[in-house]
């Protein structure tokens, strides 16, 4: 029996956490600039979120904390430069933008230790990463497309880098990334928001009910519970990693984790058996991670 990974995703991440496969969204009646630039808001919302997360951090913690804490030597150096990085994504969007940029909000992360630290960059690199993958599609501006996509693509590099040589986890999950849908990550995000200035812009984004797996292991059944007295009993637990879910029906509260699932996974409550879009979610995600080593074998725990 595999158990989640050590790096206590499900505590990094929080019940809050949640996952869907974007779908299209309603036409708005604004321009498309407006739209974009919307869009852009919601990039630098999550761009103004690392920047701080990387920079909070590194000021918190020294050389020697990293490398107390078992994490390699050249380890904070390489944080460093994602932290510049960061800071010169949110300074490219917000001279985009203009005037309407979204400010950086006040954020509380539960590190302790430049482990935990690494841990919950591991995770909220991921997150972005499969944030602007499925953000891409809303994007009608060419040129805005490319700013995204040029981001993107550094922020895979960060992520895989995080998880790779720093965390020892694998640094992918498979052959493709998995989407989040706008909602998603608001509410994956948004935990870590503690509050935002009244004048930044309204980002066109809703949240879901939380989700809760407990101890999932791999081939086991678990018990599935959901807020605000969401009914689990006859739904549907996707399992979702790259492009691809699997379903599985909830059974006398209880969901039997798929034994193929290996890296990151994302497991979201949903009234369906064939689909995932924000339409058939009853309740938000929650976070998986089974590490597997350079041969594609599971690590024990």
């Known amino acids: 029996m595999k158990s989640s990974s050590v790096i206590a995703y499900a505590t990094l991440v929080g019940a809050a956490a949640a996952f869907v496969v974007p779908q299209a969204r309603e036409s708005s009646t604004n321009s498309t600039t407006s739209d974009d630039t919307s869009l852009l808001?919601?990039?630098?919302?999550?761009?103004?979120?690392?920047?701080?997360f990387y920079a909070g951090a590194l000021n918190s913690f020294t050389q020697d904390d990293f490398v107390n804490d078992s994490l390699p030597t050249w380890s904070r150096a390489r944080f460093e430069q994602i932290a510049e990085h960061q800071q010169a994504h949110v300074d490219l969007l917000s001279n985009v933008?203009?005037?309407?940029?979204?400010?950086?909000?006040?954020?509380?992360?539960?590190?302790?230790?430049?482990?935990?630290?690494?841990?919950?960059?591991?995770?909220?690199s991921g997150v972005c990463v499969s944030a602007f993958v499925g953000a891409a599609q809303y994007i009608t501006s060419s040129d805005y497309l490319t700013t995204a996509a040029a981001i993107l693509s550094?922020?895979?590099?960060?992520?895989?880098?995080?998880?790779?040589?720093?965390?020892?986890?694998n640094a992918w999950s498979g052959a493709f990334d998995t989407p989040l849908s706008l909602d998603a990550v608001y509410t994956l995000v948004s935990q870590y928001i503690s509050g935002c200035p009244s004048s930044n812009p309204t980002l066109p984004v809703t949240s879901f009910s939380s989700l809760t797996i407990?101890?999932?292991?791999?081939?086991?059944?678990?018990?599935?519970?959901?807020?605000?007295?969401?009914?689990?009993?006859?739904?549907?637990?996707?399992?979702?990693?790259?492009?691809?879910?699997?379903?599985?029906?909830?059974?006398?509260?209880?969901?039997?984790?798929?034994?193929?699932?290996?890296?990151?996974?994302?497991?979201?409550?949903?009234?369906?058996?064939?689909?995932?879009?924000?339409?058939?979610?009853?309740?938000?995600v929650v976070a998986l991670q089974f590490p597997y080593n350079s041969n594609g074998a599971l690590e024990l725990a």
């Open 41 to 52: 808001n919601y990039v630098l919302t999550l761009k103004n979120l690392e920047n701080a």
């Open 97 to 124: 933008i203009g005037s309407g940029a979204a400010q950086a909000c006040n954020y509380t992360f539960p590190y302790t230790s430049p482990s935990t630290f690494a841990a919950l960059a591991e995770v909220i």
């Open 154 to 169: 550094t922020e895979a590099r960060h992520a895989a880098w995080i998880a790779g040589p720093v965390n020892h986890q």
């Open 214 to 284: 407990a101890n999932a292991s791999l081939g086991q059944a678990s018990t599935v519970t959901a807020a605000n007295n969401v009914t689990v009993e006859g739904q549907y637990v996707a399992f979702i990693s790259g492009l691809t879910p699997t379903f599985v029906q909830v059974v006398g509260g209880q969901v039997v984790v798929p034994a193929t699932i290996m890296g990151t996974s994302y497991a979201v409550l949903t009234s369906s058996n064939t689909s995932v879009d924000d339409s058939t979610i009853t309740a938000g």
